[in-house]
C-alpha cells in the first residue's frame, strides 16, 4: 500500500486531517510534510515528518519518490487576506505549488485532493445558493489562484488520466490550531476571546453573510470525496461543500446563549470586509450530496456549543490566569 503525503500539513485543516488519517491508515503511511525545519510536537501526533517547500519541484518529486506516495492532501497555500497583502507570493505558493504537486502526481501516478473555496467566486456570481457551475470571476488574488487551480486539475485529469478531487470549502471554524491569515477567521477568533474576555471585537459588519463549516465535517468530506466511486464524480475540479451560513451578528446570539455576557463590537476592516462582499452568503451542494452523498453534521447551534466546550477545555482562560 503507498503512503499519503499531505502538504502544508501544520495548517489550520491538516493539524486535524492528519491525525485523523493516522489514525485510519496508520501513523507510518502518513507523511506530514510543510515549511518548517524541525519535527513538530503534539497535536501532530507520532509519524513520519519532512520539510517540503511546495514551490521546489525536486522538494515534492524527491518526497514522492523516496517515501512511495499514492495519494497527496496538497493543503499548502497562502490565504486569502495573507494572498492580498503579497499576491506574487500568493501566485507562485498556490499556482507553482499546485503545478509542481500535479506533475509529481503525473509522474508517479497519485491521486490528488485540492481545496478550493468560496474564494473561487466573485461580485458577479450569484450569491445565494450559489450553484455548483457558475460565474467564476473573483477579483482577489487568492480567487484568482483557485479558478486557475480547479482548471488545471480538471486538465490534468482529462489530459493526464490523473485522479484529481477537490472541495469549494467554505469558512472553517476550529480549535486545533490558529487560522492562517483568512477573510473568516473571525469565526474561530471570536470564541478565543469570547472565553477569556467575554468581548470581541470583529473586523467584518454585523450583517456579513458568509458560508460556513465546522472542522471535523471539513476533514470528514476530504476523506469521504477521496474514497468515493471514481465513476460517480461529474466533477474533477472542485465540489461545492457547505454546512450552515451565518453573520458575525448571529454568531454573537449563538455565543451569548452560553455566556449570556459576551459583548461584540465591530471596527471593520475595509480590505476584509471587500473580500467578504465579493463572496457567496450560501452554496448550493447538491451535486456533492448526489455524487458522494455529503451532508454535514454540524449547525451554528451545535458548533457553537462544542466549540465553547474545548476552548474552556483547552484552559484558554482569562489573561494572567
Ligand atoms: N481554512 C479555511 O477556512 C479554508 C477555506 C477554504 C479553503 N481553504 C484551503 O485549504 C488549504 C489549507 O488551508 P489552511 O486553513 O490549513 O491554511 P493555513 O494557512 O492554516 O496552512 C497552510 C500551511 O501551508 C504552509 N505553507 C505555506 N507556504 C508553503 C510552501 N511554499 N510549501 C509548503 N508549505 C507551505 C504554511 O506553513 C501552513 O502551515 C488552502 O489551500 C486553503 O486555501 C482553507
Redesign the pocket.
Given at each position: 500500500m503507498r503512503r499519503i503525503l499531505v502538504?502544508?500539513a501544520?495548517?489550520?485543516?491538516?493539524s486535524e486531517l492528519v491525525p485523523t488519517l493516522r489514525e485510519r491508515l496508520g501513523a507510518e503511511r502518513i507523511i506530514a510534510?510543510?515549511?518548517?525545519t524541525v519535527p513538530p510536537q503534539a497535536p501532530m501526533g507520532q509519524g513520519p515528518y519532512e520539510h517540503?517547500?511546495?514551490?521546489q519541484p525536486y522538494q515534492i518529486l524527491e518526497a514522492v519518490r523516496r517515501h512511495e506516495i499514492g495519494v497527496i492532501y496538497h493543503?499548502?497555500?497562502?490565504?486569502s487576506a495573507r494572498a492580498e497583502e503579497q499576491p506574487q507570493v500568493a501566485w507562485s505558493?498556490n499556482m507553482d505549488?499546485l503545478y509542481n504537486v500535479l506533475e509529481a502526481a503525473r509522474q508517479y501516478r497519485c491521486q490528488v485532493f485540492f481545496?478550493?473555496?468560496?474564494?473561487a467566486f466573485g461580485p458577479s456570481t450569484p450569491r445565494d445558493r450559489t450553484p455548483q457551475v457558475t460565474i467564476q470571476r473573483p477579483t482577489t488574488m487568492y480567487g484568482v489562484t483557485?479558478v486557475s487551480g480547479e482548471l488545471l486539475c480538471d486538465y490534468y485529469a482529462a489530459r493526464f488520466d490523473v485522479d484529481t478531487r477537490g472541495l469549494r470549502?467554505?469558512?472553517?471554524i476550529s480549535h486545533a490550531?490558529p487560522?492562517?491569515?483568512?477573510t473568516?477567521d473571525y469565526a474561530v477568533e471570536i470564541f478565543r476571546q469570547a472565553v477569556r474576555y467575554e468581548h470581541y471585537t470583529c473586523y467584518l459588519g454585523p450583517q456579513t453573510r458568509l458560508d460556513m463549516m465546522y472542522m471535523p465535517d471539513a476533514v470528514a468530506a476530504i476523506i469521504k470525496l477521496m474514497e468515493a466511486d471514481a465513476a460517480r464524480l461529474r466533477y474533477r475540479n472542485a465540489y461545492n461543500v457547505t454546512a450552515m451560513s451565518f453573520t458575525p451578528a448571529e454568531l454573537a446570539d449563538a455565543i451569548r446563549r452560553h455566556i449570556p455576557a459576551f459583548a461584540i463590537e465591530y471596527r471593520v476592516d475595509p480590505v476584509r470586509q471587500a473580500i467578504a462582499d465579493s463572496w457567496p452568503r450560501s452554496l448550493d451542494d447538491s451535486a456533492a450530496r448526489d455524487d458522494w452523498n455529503w451532508s454535514p453534521r454540524f449547525d451554528i447551534k451545535t458548533m457553537t456549543a462544542d466549540m465553547l466546550s474545548r476552548s474552556i477545555e483547552k484552559r484558554w482562560a482569562p489573561k494572567g490566569a
Open positions: 502538504t502544508g501544520l495548517g489550520q485543516i491538516g510534510s510543510d515549511l518548517r517540503v517547500d511546495c514551490t493543503l499548502a497555500a497562502l490565504l505558493v505549488g481545496p478550493s473555496s468560496i474564494g483557485k470549502l467554505p469558512g472553517l490550531a487560522p492562517g491569515g483568512g473568516t
